[in-house]
C-alpha cells in the first residue's frame, strides 16, 4: 500500500524516483583523552580540519556562483565566518588544553555547548544557524574521524529522490544533478537557505514532512511533487497513472509556454489582466519574461539580509532592484521593503525571543524600528524609479500612521539624493499590502496614503482564520474560499475603486484557477503568481468571460460556506476550464 505524505511546497517541478536516504548526521565520537604533550599537535590537527572544511566551503561557493549567481553564493559565507568565530576556534582549542581532550571531542562539545546557547529560542532563522553549525559540525568531524563524505553519489546508475531529515546548502549544491530529481525532507521551511538554492537549481523540493525519513525504505519507488508539497512512497498503479497524466498536462503546458506567453492576456469579452510575477532572486526575471509576465507584482527582497552577517550597502541592493527594472522596462516592477521576523530574521539583528513571531516584530514594524537598515534600501529603492516603473510597497500594515511615516522618511531621502545629484523618480508611487482584516476593514483609510494595494491572501487567509498555514495538521482548516476571505476581498477591490488605486492579488489564490475567477468576478484585473504558474493562469483568463466572473461572484458573496463558495465558482466557470486538471494541486473538493 502506498504512503502520501503532505509538507510544504520548497520548489517547483514533479518527479519520480528511487529513495536514496541521505544520513547527513553528527558522527560518533569516541572519548579519548590526551597527555599534556599532545596538545599543541591536537590544536594543529583541529586547524587543518578547519582550513579543509574552509576550503570545501570555497569551493561549493564557487560552484554555486557558476550554477546559480552570486546572490546565491552568499549563504555560504555565514559558514565561512563561523570557521573564523573566536568562540568556535578559541574555545576548541582551550577545550584541548584545558581538558586534555582530542581535536574531534573538544570540538564536538565546543559546538554542542554553542547548539544549547543558540536553541533557546525557536525562531525560524536561528534554527537556520543551527542548521549551519551542524553543518560545519558535521564536516569538521568527518574530517578529524576520517570517515567518508555520505553524499557520493558516484556508484548510482539510477535517479534518486534523495529523503532527509533536514539539508544545507552545501549539501544541495553538492549533490550530483545527473542522478538527484528531487528533495524530501522532514524539517526546512520554503525560505531555508537550502531550499532557495533548491528553487534556483530547478530542483523539485517538498519540506516539513514530518516523518518522511522514518517512514521511507532506501530504493523504495517515490513521487514527488514540488507544486502541491506532496511525496508518495511506494505508490500504486492508478497514482503512477495520474501522475504521468498530471505530467504529461504539465509537459504539454512547458511546450506551449513561448506561444502562451506571446498571447495577449483578455478574456473572451475583452477585458484586459495584468499578469506579474512574484520573484525571489533577480536571475529569475528572465524566466518570469519567458513565460510571459508583463512586469512584477511582489519582488521579495529578504535574500539580501536572509544568512547574511552583516547589513547589505545601498549600492549593492540598487544594483539588485536596478537589474530587475531594466528586466521589465515597460511593467510595473512593485518591490517589497524588507518582510523580516516571522520566519526571515538576519544574523545581525537581535532576534527577541518571542512566543509566536509571526505576532510578533515582523515586517513593517522591524523596518521602522531599524532607521539604518531601512533608510538604505529606501535610497536604494528610490534610485532604481529612475530606470523604470518601480513601485514600493509595505508588508504587514495595520495602521495609516505606519505608512506616514514611511512618507515622512521617504521625503527626507528624495532630499538627499536631490543634493547629491542622484536621479530618481520623484513620481514614484507607495502602496501597502492588506495581509490582515486589520488592514482590509480599514482599507478606506489606507487608500488616502497608498498609491496602490497589493492583496496578500496567504497571510490574510492566516490571519482572518487564526490558521497556521505551515501547520500540515491544519492544512484542512486553510481555507482561502471561506466566506469571510471572500467578503474581505470584495470590501477592499471596492475601496480601491472609490479611491482610483489599483488593486492587485500577489498571493496564492491568484494561481488557484478558481481564485484567478473569484478576482475577476470582484474586478481585480491585475493578478501576480510564481513565473511558472502564468501560462496556466493566462489560459484561464483567455477561456473565460467578465459578465460570468462577475454573476459568479455576487453569487459567492451570498453564500453561507466554503463549500458553496466554491460551488458557485465551479457553476460559473463551466466547461471553460478543466478544473479537474488542478484539482490534486489545490485540494480542492469539487461538487459532483
Not at 576550503?55 to 546565491?72: A, D, F, I, M, N
Not at 520554503?190 to 530542483?203: I, N, P
Not at 534600501?377 to 528610490?382: D, F, S, V, Y
Amino acid at each position: 500500500m502506498s504512503i502520501v505524505l503532505d509538507g510544504t511546497p520548497a520548489s517547483e517541478g514533479m518527479s519520480t524516483g528511487r529513495v536514496f536516504r541521505l544520513e547527513w548526521g553528527v558522527p560518533v565520537v569516541p572519548h579519548r583523552s590526551i597527555h599534556d604533550g599532545e596538545a599543541e599537535a591536537e590544536i594543529e590537527r583541529f586547524h587543518e580540519a578547519r582550513r579543509w572544511a574552509a576550503e570545501q566551503l570555497r569551493e561549493t561557493k564557487k560552484l554555486t556562483e557558476g550554477r546559480s549567481g552570486t546572490v546565491e553564493a552568499r549563504i555560504f559565507d555565514p559558514q565561512l565566518l563561523m570557521l573564523e568565530d573566536p568562540e568556535v576556534v578559541d574555545g576548541t582549542a582551550r577545550y584541548i588544553r584545558e581538558n586534555r581532550l582530542s581535536a574531534e571531542r573538544a570540538f564536538e562539545l565546543r559546538i554542542l555547548e554553542l547548539r544549547s546557547m543558540w536553541s533557546r529560542t525557536a525562531q525560524p532563522m536561528v534554527l537556520d544557524r543551527l542548521n549551519d553549525l551542524e553543518d560545519l559540525m558535521i564536516r569538521v568531524l568527518h574530517r578529524l574521524l576520517g570517515q567518508n563524505d555520505p553524499t557520493d553519489l558516484a556508484s548510482l546508475d539510477h535517479d534518486v529522490i534523495v529523503v532527509a531529515p533536514n539539508l544545507t546548502p552545501s549539501l544541495i549544491v553538492q549533490l550530483d544533478p545527473e542522478r538527484v530529481v528531487g528533495v524530501a525532507t522532514d524539517q526546512g521551511t520554503r525560505t531555508a537557505h537550502w531550499a532557495m538554492l533548491a528553487r534556483s537549481l530547478d530542483l523539485p523540493a517538498v519540506v516539513g514532512l514530518g516523518d518522511v525519513f522514518a517512514r521511507s525504505v532506501e530504493g523504495q519507488d517515490a513521487i514527488l511533487d514540488g507544486r502541491v508539497g506532496r511525496i508518495v512512497l511506494d505508490p500504486e498503479p492508478a497514482e503512477r497513472a495520474g501522475f504521468d497524466r498530471r505530467r504529461k498536462r504539465i509537459s504539454d503546458w512547458e511546450g506551449e509556454i513561448a506561444t502562451v506567453a506571446a498571447m495577449e492576456s483578455v478574456t473572451l469579452d475583452g477585458q484586459y489582466v495584468e499578469l506579474r510575477a512574484n520573484l525571489d532572486l533577480p536571475d529569475e526575471a528572465p524566466e518570469a519574461t519567458a513565460h510571459g509576465a508583463s512586469g512584477v507584482g511582489l519582488f521579495r527582497t529578504e535574500f539580501l539580509v536572509v544568512g547574511r552577517a552583516a547589513m547589505p550597502g545601498e549600492e549593492e541592493q540598487y544594483e539588485a532592484y536596478r537589474a530587475v527594472a531594466e528586466a521589465f522596462p515597460r511593467g510595473a516592477v512593485c518591490i517589497r521593503t524588507f518582510d523580516l521576523g516571522g520566519d526571515k530574521f538576519p544574523m545581525f539583528l537581535h532576534m527577541p525571543q518571542e512566543e509566536n513571531p509571526f505576532l510578533g516584530w515582523r515586517a513593517i514594524r522591524v523596518c521602522l524600528d531599524e532607521p539604518e537598515l531601512f533608510r538604505a534600501q529606501l535610497r536604494a529603492l528610490l534610485r532604481a524609479t529612475a530606470h523604470g516603473d518601480v513601485r514600493l510597497m509595505l508588508p504587514l500594515v495595520n495602521d495609516v500612521d505606519e505608512v506616514r511615516r514611511v512618507r515622512s522618511m521617504l521625503e527626507e531621502e528624495s532630499a538627499r539624493l536631490t543634493r547629491a545629484g542622484i536621479r530618481y523618480n520623484a513620481g514614484y508611487k507607495l502602496g501597502v499590502m492588506i495581509e490582515t482584516p486589520a488592514a482590509a476593514l480599514d482599507a478606506a483609510e489606507l487608500a488616502r496614503y497608498s498609491d496602490f494595494f497589493s492583496i496578500g491572501t496567504n497571510d490574510l487567509v492566516q490571519y482572518t482564520l487564526a490558521v497556521d498555514r505551515t501547520n500540515t495538521r491544519l492544512a484542512p482548516l486553510y481555507n482561502p474560499f471561506h466566506p469571510s476571505i471572500v467578503r474581505q476581498l470584495h470590501q477592499v477591490a471596492r475601496v480601491g475603486r472609490a479611491a482610483g488605486i489599483e488593486v492587485s492579488v500577489c498571493g496564492e489564490l491568484a494561481a488557484n484557477p478558481l481564485g484567478a475567477f473569484l478576482m475577476l468576478g470582484l474586478d481585480i484585473t491585475a493578478l501576480s503568481v510564481a513565473w511558472p504558474s502564468l501560462p496556466e493562469i493566462k489560459k484561464v483568463v483567455r477561456d473565460v468571460r467578465m459578465e460570468d466572473a462577475r454573476a459568479a461572484a455576487r453569487r459567492a458573496l451570498a453564500a453561507p460556506t466554503s463549500q458553496d463558495v466554491v460551488r458557485c465558482l465551479v457553476e460559473g466557470i463551466g466547461d471553460a476550464v478543466d478544473l479537474k486538471a488542478f484539482a490534486g494541486r489545490w485540494s480542492l473538493s469539487l461538487p459532483g
